[in-house]
T-cell receptor, first 120, second 114 residues
């Protein structure tokens, strides 16, 4: 089966514009995560979906950021009025909710190749 | 905010040596721990997961978890130049509103020289 797919792989936009980043998770994975990673840093949590609903969106930096997952599969991260500080690699990951045989434990996340966003 | 601390390195070892990577975390409740490898310009790739105190071995990799001391380590035996990458430690809480959130350290850059 295919892995996590993210499109576009690169996005260059002007300051103030609106962008959408798409993530197609591994089939059967109910949990979907968005992270962003700046150079030299570890991935920074943004939002996590379990099914269609956002289970935890407290990592979104401000109200310019929004994410949806209307049918519990594909997710879109939306950024309004982009700023130069939004430039980063945006990573999507998916997982089964529970590790096999260990109810309550989180399964490993499988990452897509990321979208490199550059705001000029 | 959960803290996950890693020595950013760089860690440099000769080919064939053992590379030891360490990670400490602040939340004693954490139950799920992962090591990811990230090559420059690529996305993180899962190396190991560990959920219980003790050691877990997979090929040349061994993950060690000590929940009482709140650290998790990764040993790479017979290091190869192809192991040169940044290694990310990730820790999650397994309760309450943060269930499912995975926190990452900054990563340790490993260089294996031939």
């Amino acid at each position: 089966g295919a892995g996590v797919s993210q499109t576009p792989s690169n996005k260059v936009t002007e300051k103030g514009k609106y962008v959408e980043l798409r993530c197609d998770p591994i089939s059967g994975h109910t949990a979907l995560y968005w992270y962003r990673q700046s150079l030299g840093q570890g991935p920074e949590f943004l939002i996590y979906f379990q099914g269609t609903g956002a289970a935890d969106d407290s990592g979104l930096p401000n109200d310019r950021f929004f994410a949806v997952r209307p049918e519990g599969s594909v997710s879109t991260l939306k950024i309004q009025r982009t700023e130069r500080g939004d430039s980063a690699v945006y990573l999507c990951a998916s997982s089964l909710k529970y590790a096999r045989g260990r109810a309550g434990r989180i399964s490993p996340l499988h990452f897509g190749n990321g979208t490199r966003l550059t705001v000029t | 905010q959960k803290e996950v601390e890693q020595n950013s390195g760089p860690l440099s070892v000769p080919e064939g040596a053992i590379a030891s990577l360490n990670c400490t975390y602040s939340d004693r409740v954490s139950q799920s721990f992962f090591w990811y490898r990230q090559y420059s310009g690529k996305s993180p790739e899962l190396i190991m997961s560990i959920y219980s105190n003790g050691d877990k071995e997979d090929g040349r990799f061994t993950a060690q978890l000590n929940n009482a001391s709140q650290y998790v380590s990764l040993l790479i035996r017979d290091s190869q130049p192809s192991d040169s990458a940044t290694y990310l430690c990730a820790v999650t809480a397994d309760r309450g509103s943060t269930l499912g959130r995975l926190y990452f350290g900054r990563g340790t850059q490993l260089t294996v020289w031939p």
